[in-house]
């Protein structure tokens, strides 16, 4: 079965990317955090070797998010309204396009790689959706069948709490589904933090977001494992 990826992402402006890790830490900070945070997605899903289409946000930063991509990734605008209905709108054109499965990520999530996508792509072989539990209570990774399909868990939902994939879970009632790793996204200073830490900061290890991490910490990030991350 073809699984699409979708990477729904926010174009690289400052003052519009991670706005809560900006208010701790300022916009220039949260812009180059973004920035490398999709990096290593973008590099995930090239690993992964699933065609992959980039969700970007607003339609009108085409040249930015174009730049950060490169060329061989496609770009999809998103469509208006709340966070579910954006991602939902991402889906139905993937399916509209021919995909047989659809896999859909967040741009913040640095612990990504090639192979937890191909991972997710042969769950949905087996069952009909797959989700990726994120440490906060919500998802990181959403993945669906042409005929598992269910818009019904975007709508309405309650964001940004921990009560996400709870209630996803529970409206897609008896589909077959299968669960990822959980990993924690980032999204603030604190987030950052535990990212710093083992066991996460080993696997970033070599990474653009672990590059960008070991000079937040202003020290050797590989060599100093008491390291702790400290932010402006």
């Not at 954006?86 to 399916?95: I, K, L, V, W």
């Not at 709490?161 to 999204?187: H, N």
Request: charged share 20%; aromatic share 6%.
């Amino acid at each position: 079965m073809a699984v699409r990826l979708i990477v729904l992402a926010k174009a690289p402006l400052r003052g519009q990317v991670k706005t809560r890790l900006a208010a701790a830490c300022g916009e220039s900070f949260a812009l180059a955090a973004y920035r490398a945070m999709l990096a290593n997605v973008l590099g995930a899903a090239a690993g992964s070797g699933l065609p992959t289409a980039v969700a970007h946000a607003p339609a009108g930063a085409w040249a930015a998010v174009r730049a950060l991509c490169g060329p061989a990734v496609a770009l999809v605008p998103q469509a208006d309204g709340d966070l579910g209905a954006r991602m939902a709108a991402a889906m139905t054109g993937a399916f509209a396009d021919g995909a047989g499965a659809a896999l859909l990520v967040g741009a913040d999530l640095p612990l990504l790689t090639g192979a937890l996508l191909v991972r997710a792509a042969g769950q949905l072989s087996r069952r009909e959706a797959v989700l990726g539990p994120a440490l906060d209570g919500g998802y990181y990774a959403i993945g669906f069948t042409r005929e598992g399909f269910c818009p019904a868990v975007f709508a309405d939902m309650p964001w940004g709490t921990a009560e996400v994939l709870a209630r996803t879970r529970e409206r897609l009632g008896g589909r077959r589904v299968g669960l990822l790793p959980r990993l924690p996204d980032c999204d603030t200073a604190g987030d950052l933090r535990l990212l710093g830490r083992e066991p996460w900061r080993a696997r970033l290890a070599g990474t653009p977001f672990g590059r960008f991490l070991a000079e937040a910490a202003g020290d050797p990030f590989d060599r100093d494992p008491d390291n702790r991350l400290s932010v402006p």
